[in-house]
């Protein structure tokens, strides 16, 4: 790979992962037949190779589109047993949770139920207070809305992980985030977080008189034949077979090493973050949400469409659209979006067209460090192609 890995990082950044050390795995640079546009893409099997190591112990992937499919699997169930990884195992998405949130909002939205030029705080007036009075939900879809995050106890992962079975409430965390001066006037800046879409799932819940989990079921789970996709509430371990995630963290007897993570509560991600899910399934998600099988008509293209704002921290065009990111590698615009949490990352993406998909799962044993995991990187680039 010719390109810095600094570029890399920053292309792959951009599609809304941050996970593992900051370096580009070595991998070989014939792609399988089955996904061979990229000529200059390196290997998806050698990508995944010699799991585990250092930055993984696990990856699930599956490559689909027009253009071919490959699906490959490597790693370890658990480092106890060094049994083989189950390619069908269950991991947490993460925030590739918001990609459905968004959908259901816009489902709603196509139905005359939501409006997403009003102002949210008109649907949810006992939580939104006035200094929020012109946030739209547009602007929670779209990263646009200004309000900060929530607080929550904990600065380190030992903090977190600590904490990892308190229970939080989307109506706290609203408030919490709420109680706050806003980062920027609603519109002006783009700031990724989760919080506007816990107050989504509010909305949800609120115009429908039903419970958020429950509509997403009802509207894509279902339909879709997603039965390997559920919402696990306050359920700390994930429910079916699914393989172990590591964190490297400070151990009990003071050394730094990999710690079980598999079993952590995670209603801090509610309606932003806490879907559990397989690669089949997601693959099949954005095959027909790519097909505008999930939402249709003009509402898909707010999918699609970035707003014309600077991101807050680093001043570049704004990245994420509703649900979903872009960046344009080997040519071509890629459409995703990534996850993570402890012990697991994972990513959705697609082309426009459908011509190319990527489902993965890496166990990352960073899986929320500042940089991108390694492996995650490779099979991005792999997928698709060097950034442009």
Do not use: C
């Amino acid at each position: 790979m010719k390109k810095s890995t600094r570029t890399l990082l920053a292309a792959a950044l951009v599609l809304g992962v941050a996970a593992g050390p900051a370096v580009v795995p070595a991998v070989a640079a014939a792609p399988p037949a089955a996904a061979a546009s990229q000529a200059s893409s390196p290997d998806l099997s050698a990508v995944i190779a010699g799991l585990p190591r250092a930055d993984a112990t696990a990856a699930l992937v599956r490559v689909g589109g027009t253009e071919g499919s490959w699906q490959g699997s490597s790693g370890v169930h658990d480092l106890e047993s060094g049994s083989p990884a189950d390619p069908a195992a269950r991991f947490r998405a993460g925030s590739v949770t918001k990609v459905f949130t968004a959908a259901t909002v816009l489902q709603l939205a196509a139905e005359g139920r939501i409006d997403l030029d009003r102002p949210a705080r008109s649907y949810l007036p006992d939580l939104i207070p006035g200094r929020y009075a012109r946030v739209t939900v547009r602007q929670l879809l779209n990263h646009t809305h200004g309000i900060p995050a929530p607080d929550f106890p904990g600065d380190t992962v030992e903090e977190w992980y600590a904490n990892r079975f308190v229970v939080h409430t989307p109506e706290a965390m609203v408030r919490s985030a709420t109680a706050k001066p806003r980062e920027f006037r609603p519109g002006t800046r783009q700031h990724y977080l989760n919080i506007g879409y816990t107050i989504a799932g509010l909305l949800v819940e609120r115009v429908t008189g039903d419970t958020y989990e429950r509509q997403v079921e009802r509207r894509i789970l279902r339909p879709l034949g997603l039965r390997d996709t559920y919402f696990p509430g306050e359920a700390a371990e994930i429910t079916g077979p699914y393989n172990h995630g590591y964190q490297t963290m400070r151990l009990d007897d003071g050394t730094t090493g990999l710690r079980d993570v598999s079993v952590w509560g995670t209603t801090d991600g509610w309606a932003a973050g806490d879907i559990v899910s397989t690669t089949a399934d997601l693959e099949r998600f954005t095959r027909v949400l790519f097909k505008g099988g999930v939402v249709r008509g003009p509402l898909l293209e707010e999918m699609f469409t970035l707003p014309k704002v600077p991101d807050l921290k680093s001043g570049d065009p704004a990245a994420y659209s509703a649900g979903l990111s872009m960046k344009k590698l080997g040519g071509r615009e890629v459409w995703g979006k990534t996850g993570g949490r402890w012990g697991y990352n994972s990513a959705i993406a697609s082309t426009r067209d459908g011509a190319r998909t990527l489902v993965y799962s890496v166990n990352s044993t960073d899986a929320k460090g500042q940089d991108m995991n390694p492996t995650a990187l490779g099979l991005m680039v792999a997928a698709y192609g060097l950034p442009d």
